[in-house]
């Protein structure tokens, strides 16, 4: 798809969501006690598309995210595929990340307008999932957290058979729940 298609697909969707409201944010209708509801539900379903659906952690978690913004497009998940196993299977950011800061991103472009100011909460909050996310597991780097290299035959399959379900699933989990608490800040 070229670039300017990609682009006017991306702002159609998001007119689209606009036009229809956004998706409250947590606490605008939900009570305190339903917080870690929504945390939960993500980590579950981002948890589903990453095992089940046999999907890559940044696809898991732009498919749990787009749910709870009601973000309906064509694009998602396709659209982070390229990002899987740390970008082209380098090793480098991992992919919830990547992921989460894809959704903060179309979370805070429904609400806020201003380019400098949009770009600053996005840049931010995308900024306190890293941090938060490196403080629990010590590394947002694919290959680290893996301990795979992914660019190998041989590390793709341990990824699929081993790796993916005991390692992997886990970071799927705290990922979406860590972008949870930035949605509900937004």
């Keep these: 798809m070229r ?32 917080k870690p509801a929504l945390a939960d539900r993500m980590a579950t379903s981002a948890r589903e598309h990453f095992l089940a659906g046999k999907r890559s952690c940044c696809e898991s978690i732009l498919m749990a995210g787009c749910e709870t913004l009601d973000i309906k497009s064509t694009l998602v998940p396709d659209i982070a595929m390229g990002l899987a196993g740390g970008v082209g299977l380098q090793g480098d950011t991992c992919g919830v990340l990547t992921g989460a800061a894809m959704v903060v991103s179309l979370a805070i472009a429904q609400k806020e307008t201003e380019y400098a100011a ?14 938060e996310f490196k403080r629990q597991f010590g590394s947002t780097h694919c290959r680290t957290l893996c301990g795979l290299d992914l660019t190998t035959d041989e590390g793709r399959k341990t990824m699929a058979e081993r ?24």
């Design 3 to 34: 670039r300017r298609q990609f682009l006017e697909t991306c702002a159609v969707s998001l007119a689209a969501v606009g036009s229809q409201g956004a998706a409250p944010a947590l606490g605008e209708e939900d009570s305190a006690e339903e």
């Design 118 to 131: 949009k770009m600053k909460r996005t840049v931010q909050a995308a900024g306190r999932v890293h941090a």
């Design 163 to 186: 790796v993916k379900a005991e390692k992997c699933a886990k970071f799927v989990e705290v990922g979406a729940k860590l972008l949870a608490r930035e949605l509900d800040a937004t």
